[in-house]
Structure formats: C-alpha cells, structure tokens
C-alpha cells in the first residue's frame, strides 16, 4: 500500500525484507529473525548509496532493520498513536529525538529531555477544503446533515456490515458519505442499486478517496471509524465529532487513541461487537441534537495542532545540520 501512495507522489521507493516477532509462533520466529538479519544488511547498502545526514522513522517492523543499519546516524522518531508499539519502543532506543502526537504519549525514552509534542502531521491539501467546497465537489445537500463512514485505507468489514444494516434508516436521518475499501466493494455497490428515489442520491459511496479526502472530512457533522493514528490529527483539523470503533484485533493501540478522543469530549468510543445495535440509535441522537454536537466538535477543534508537520520537519532539519 506505501508503495503505491509513493509513487502516486513521485517519490522515490525502496524495499526492505522485515517480519515482525512480537505474537508470532515458535515456528515462524527463527524465519522472521533471519527476514530481519536480510533487512539490515538491504538497508547498510540503501545508506551506502544514499548517505544520509539524518534517519525518520515513523514506526513498524520493517524500520527495525534500518535503525540497526543506521546506528551511527542521528534519527528522529515520530511516535505517532498514544501508546507505541513494540517496534517503536525498540526504536526510540536509537532516536537522538522523538516526536510525539500528544503530551500523554506512553513511549518510554531513556532521554526524556529530547521529547517533542509537535502534533500529528496531515496533509497540507486537506486544509484547502471548507465545508461549501466539499460539498459541491462530493455532490452533497447542504440542508442535510452529513455521516461520514469509514475504516481506514483497506476498509472494515464490521463498520460496512453495521451501515449496511441500519442503512435506510440511517438514510432517514442523514445523507452518507461512505468509504468502504476494496474487500467489501462490490457488497456497497449492490446495496446502493438496492436504494430508490432520494434514498439513493444521499447514498455517496467510494471504495477508497485520495485527492478528495480532505473534502469528506470537511463536509461530514460525525464521523464513524476505526480509531487508529490519524484520528489524533485529521479529526481534531476539521473539529470533526466521532463514533470511534477500535480495530479489535489491535485493541490496545487503537483502544487508547479511542479512549484519550473520549476523555477530551471529541468522540464516544463504541466496541465493534455492539456497533450494529448501537449505530442507529447514537447517529440519530447526534445528528438530532445540536447541543449534543456541537460541543464535540469544540473539544475536537481545541487538540488540532495544525503545524505538526512543519514542527517536524524543523525538528529534522535541525537534526540534520547538527550532524554536518
């Protein structure tokens, strides 16, 4: 999936053999630890070649061949959720500086002193939208409230199945704007050729958005989703209210950004199992009472750090040129 968004951008993409080894079977470790030997000896001739000044990492297991690499280099490290996984926390043992999403970030760094809120980092084109715009391009009502409905870049079958259930009903109450992913595509299409008359003009349905993101975001009132890293920054963005669902099998980490969103006021989280019983009644509820929403929206509005990305890349830069 990076891949391909890199290349959409024209930014250059390399390939490293990485596994992870945190859950896996007895198995299957000895082969990933071998995977993980191959990635550092890929990565030493990636930084032959390319000569780095400073390394930026962001997370996950197929960084951990690189940081080994790169020891000798100064590195950042972004700590993108809340409560950093395994990998992360190996990471920040190598990191000169880490950067953190928000001030209650749990990664434990022998170094506390060189920790840096900055924020999450979103797309500079997202905060081109405003609600009008969005709505024209998305083909909206503006009279209409709006749902947006998704669950990350590949989709989730839960929150599709839990829509899909309570869809005409939903539809009642407010158009959707509802961004399923590859798996289940073909499933959203049939239930919208199943919809009639006006029903099925507020039924927008995509299987995956790359420019026109940042509209679904700037014209939808809530928001239900899975509650992984980039609800720290792009909901807070468009002070957007959520019905966050944590991803079960990854229930900590997601768990924690649903929990910290909740404890703000910004979102209410709702456990996947319960989703289809739950969605119906908390939409209308919402979308009904706008003193209920409204101040949702303002606890969201008050965490967006808008610059993250710039502090960020000043914190890099800075690293950068220390290291010359």
Same mark, same amino acid.
């Given at each position: ?45 990636? %930084?032959?070649?390319? #000569? @780095?000044?400073? /390394?930026? +990492?962001? *997370?996950?297991?197929? !960084?951990?061949?690189?940081?080994? &690499? ?69 083909? %909206?009502?503006?009279? #209409? @409230?709006?749902? /947006?409905? +998704?669950? *990350?870049?590949?989709? !989730?079958?839960?929150?599709?199945? &839990? ?162």
């Amino acid at each position: 999936m990076e891949a391909e968004l890199l290349r959409r951008h024209d930014i250059a993409y390399a390939e490293i053999p990485a596994a992870g080894v945190h859950g896996v079977g007895l198995r299957t470790l000895p082969k990933n630890i071998i995977k993980l030997m191959r990635g550092v000896f890929a990565a030493r001739k990636i %930084l032959r070649e390319f #000569k @780095p000044d400073v /390394l930026f +990492f962001t *997370g996950g297991f197929v !960084a951990v061949p690189m940081a080994v &690499a790169g020891w000798r280099i100064p590195s950042l490290l972004f700590v993108p959720d809340i409560e950093p996984g395994l990998a992360l926390q190996f990471l920040a043992w190598f990191a000169k500086k880490i950067t953190i999403s928000v001030s209650t970030s749990t990664v434990k760094y022998p170094r506390t002193s060189r920790v840096i809120e900055t924020g999450y980092p979103v797309r500079k084109n997202l905060a081109a939208w405003d609600k009008k715009s969005a709505q024209e391009a998305l083909n %909206l009502d503006a009279e #209409k @409230p709006t749902l /947006l409905v +998704f669950g *990350g870049s590949k989709g !989730a079958r839960s929150i599709n199945n &839990a829509l899909l259930a309570n869809l005409p009903a939903v539809l009642e109450i407010a158009q959707i704007i509802h961004i399923s992913g590859k798996l289940d595509w073909q499933n959203i299409q049939n239930a919208q050729k199943s919809l009639e008359g006006t029903q099925a003009q507020n039924y927008h349905v995509f299987d995956y958005l790359h420019e026109k993101m940042g509209a679904a975001l700037a014209a939808a009132d809530l928001v239900i989703s899975r509650a992984g890293a980039s609800t720290l920054g792009e909901f807070p963005l468009f002070g957007l209210p959520a019905l966050l669902i944590p991803y079960p099998y990854a229930w900590r980490y997601q768990k924690v950004n649903a929990e910290y969103l909740q404890e703000k006021g910004a979102a209410i989280l709702v456990k996947d199992d319960i989703l289809e019983e739950k969605l119906l009644p908390l939409v209308d509820e919402l979308l009904s009472n706008p003193q209920k929403l409204e101040p949702m929206h303002s606890a969201m509005r008050d965490l967006a750090h808008p610059n993250a990305a710039k502090n960020i890349a000043a914190e890099l830069l800075a690293l950068g040129h220390s290291s010359k």
